[in-house]
């Protein structure tokens, strides 16, 4: 299989991530050919940052755009993961997302809760965390994510999963400073287990990128969202 397709460079990424650990292709500003291509490769997870474009996406695909000539798929499964307005909670919640991976805020948190009991549904979510050094990435702070356990906020939940965190390691060539950051990440979710024990089903740890995907499974990572590894270069 040549290495530059999609499937080849899908085919190297799996090789090289332990059988137990989540791969999310993310798909972002990708054509839906290219979706196609993974689909067809056996990929399943797709990752969108972007409620409009997900929506096409979700439509294309029940067109038959994801597997043309065969039946749609309904195996496909959507992980949301970009910062998400509170504006646009109902029409993603519609698009019933598998995973909301960024969830950055208790307020965005409890309008989800309230949107997938109206649906009647139950919404899972990993909660965002910030420790990168960039002021401008977006979610809970330790201290915030610790206070939120503390005082035990999930029990008011009544539609939506809290199924563990997701977080970016500081955008640097320093390898240390990403390592820290990542082990930063797993021990926050230690420290939100030791608090909560009766926790259930949160074990998921969703972080590294294309190029820091080595570091973060090494630190713990059970899920990683790779784009340009496998699509190439993203054309905004
Ligand atoms: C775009 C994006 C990715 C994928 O990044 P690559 O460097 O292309 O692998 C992963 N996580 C989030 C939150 C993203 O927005």
């Given at each position: 299989?040549?290495?530059?397709?999609?499937?080849?460079?899908?085919?190297?990424?799996?090789?090289?991530?332990?059988?137990?650990?989540?791969?999310?292709?993310?798909?972002?500003?990708?054509?839906?050919?290219?979706?196609?291509?993974?689909?067809?490769?056996?990929?399943?997870?797709?990752?969108?940052?972007?409620?409009?474009?997900?929506?096409?996406?979700?439509?294309?695909?029940?067109?038959?755009?994801?597997?043309p000539?065969?039946p749609?798929?309904?195996?496909?499964?959507?992980?949301?993961?970009?910062?998400?307005q509170?504006?646009?909670?109902?029409?993603?919640?519609?698009?019933?997302?598998?995973?909301?991976?960024?969830?950055?805020?208790?307020?965005?948190?409890?309008?989800?809760?309230?949107?997938?009991?109206?649906?009647?549904i139950?919404?899972?979510?990993?909660?965002?965390?910030?420790?990168?050094?960039?002021?401008?990435?977006?979610?809970?702070?330790?201290e915030?994510m610790?206070?939120?356990?503390?005082?035990?906020?999930?029990?008011?939940?009544?539609?939506?999963?809290?199924?563990?965190?997701?977080?970016?390691?500081?955008?640097?060539?320093?390898?240390?400073?990403?390592?820290?950051?990542?082990?930063?990440?797993?021990?926050?979710?230690?420290?939100?287990?030791?608090?909560?024990?009766?926790?259930?089903?949160?074990?998921t740890?969703?972080?590294?990128?294309?190029?820091?995907?080595?570091?973060?499974?090494?630190?713990?990572?059970?899920m990683?969202?790779?784009?340009?590894?496998?699509?190439?270069?993203r054309?905004?």
């Amino acid at each position: 299989m040549a290495a530059d397709t999609i499937a080849g460079r899908l085919e190297a990424v799996r090789r090289e991530l332990p059988p137990e650990v989540e791969l999310v292709a993310v798909s972002k500003f990708h054509p839906m050919s290219a979706l196609a291509e993974a689909y067809g490769a056996g990929q399943r997870v797709f990752g969108e940052s972007r409620v409009q474009e997900l929506k096409s996406k979700v439509a294309a695909t029940l067109a038959g755009e994801m597997a043309p000539g065969a039946p749609v798929p309904d195996d496909v499964r959507w992980h949301f993961i970009g910062h998400l307005q509170r504006n646009k909670v109902r029409q993603l919640l519609a698009l019933r997302p598998a995973l909301i991976e960024s969830v950055d805020s208790t307020e965005l948190l409890e309008l989800i809760d309230s949107e997938a009991a109206r649906l009647g549904i139950v919404q899972p979510v990993l909660l965002q965390a910030h420790v990168a050094r960039e002021e401008t990435k977006t979610g809970f702070s330790p201290e915030e994510m610790l206070e939120y356990f503390t005082a035990r906020k999930f029990e008011n939940l009544r539609a939506t999963h809290i199924c563990g965190l997701m977080g970016m390691a500081s955008n640097t060539d320093d390898t240390e400073r990403v390592r820290h950051d990542f082990a930063t990440l797993r021990d926050l979710k230690r420290q939100i287990e030791a608090l909560c024990p009766d926790l259930r089903g949160f074990s998921t740890l969703s972080m590294g990128m294309s190029h820091d995907r080595g570091i973060a499974v090494e630190e713990g990572s059970t899920m990683v969202r790779i784009g340009t590894d496998i699509f190439g270069e993203r054309e905004y």
